[in-house]
């Protein structure tokens, strides 16, 4: 090795080769980007419909689609379109059983009913039934007033933020924490907020909706939480895999990676 690489610490070709591409993770965002784009070109399509633009609608299907398949969500949207309609003042008068009825293809749905109903008669008594005058406020304040929403949690808050008021926004799953920790963007215990800033600084703002779906997509089927894909995964040069353990992979992912525990921790991503 050469001497002034021995002298920074650095022990083989292994360190060195890790090394150069930790060097380039201030373009991991691009080369992420690049990865899910090949991945998912389908998806950039997607990312502006009418399900997102307008806010309520976009509470209401989140409400809807945690845990729940997408043609199970989409059946409980059109059965709500059919039968009440998506608006503050259409739900909020509802009976809850009617609700509940539209709902029963997404599960949960008494809960869920419950929920939606107050939600929808919170936003008609506070807010006259339009949450669009949150446009007019900065991120901050309008990020505030939808945390002050029965059940709306930082993710949720966020997901309306980007998508129906198109700020530069990046709203952190449970898939997206999870990929973030093993490329090593982020700490093992940093908060929904680091980690949100971390994304929001890596990605072009005209990307982050793109982002976000596709790496929900890309955490749902390579980088899973159990036995991740690694061996086709295309990040797999680049990934220190932090956190995966050998029994987490799935079988066919063995072998061709630098092990992120021998390099030294001031080396790592
Ligand atoms: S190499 Fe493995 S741990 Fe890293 S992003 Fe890909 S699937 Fe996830």
């Not at 919170?122 to 029965?150: H, Q, T």
């Not at 997206?176 to 940093?190: A, F, P």
């Amino acid at each position: 090795m050469n001497l002034y690489l021995t002298e920074a610490g650095i022990r083989d070709k292994k360190e060195l080769l890790y090394l150069s591409k930790a060097m380039f993770s201030n373009n991991l965002g691009k080369y992420l980007l690049r990865a899910l784009y090949d991945l998912y070109p389908h998806l950039k399509d997607k990312v502006w419909s009418k399900n997102v633009k307008d806010p309520f609608r976009l509470l209401v299907i989140t409400v809807l689609s945690q845990v729940t398949s997408y043609k199970n969500l989409m059946r409980a949207v059109e059965n709500l379109d059919k039968t009440i309609g998506i608006s503050p003042e259409k739900l909020a008068k509802a009976s809850l059983e009617d609700i509940e009825k539209a709902i029963k293809p997404a599960g949960l749905y008494k809960q869920r009913a419950q929920k939606i109903k107050t939600l929808a008669q919170m936003i008609v008594n506070n807010y006259g039934g339009d949450l669009s005058f949150l446009k007019n406020l900065d991120s901050e304040r309008a990020r505030e007033l939808l945390l002050a929403l029965p059940g709306v949690g930082e993710k949720t808050a966020d997901v309306l933020l980007l998508f129906s008021f198109n700020r530069r926004v990046m709203p952190v799953d449970t898939h997206i924490r999870r990929i973030t920790r093993r490329l090593g963007l982020v700490g093992e215990k940093s908060s929904y907020r680091e980690i949100r800033k971390k994304l929001e600084e890596i990605f072009p703002p005209e990307d982050l909706a793109f982002a976000h779906i596709a790496l929900i997509e890309f955490g749902r089927n390579i980088c899973r939480a159990r036995k991740p894909s690694c061996n086709s995964c295309p990040l797999r040069k680049i990934c220190p895999r932090i956190g995966v353990s050998d029994q987490k992979l799935d079988h066919t992912s063995r072998g061709e990676f630098i092990h992120h525990s021998s390099i030294p921790r001031k080396l790592r991503v």
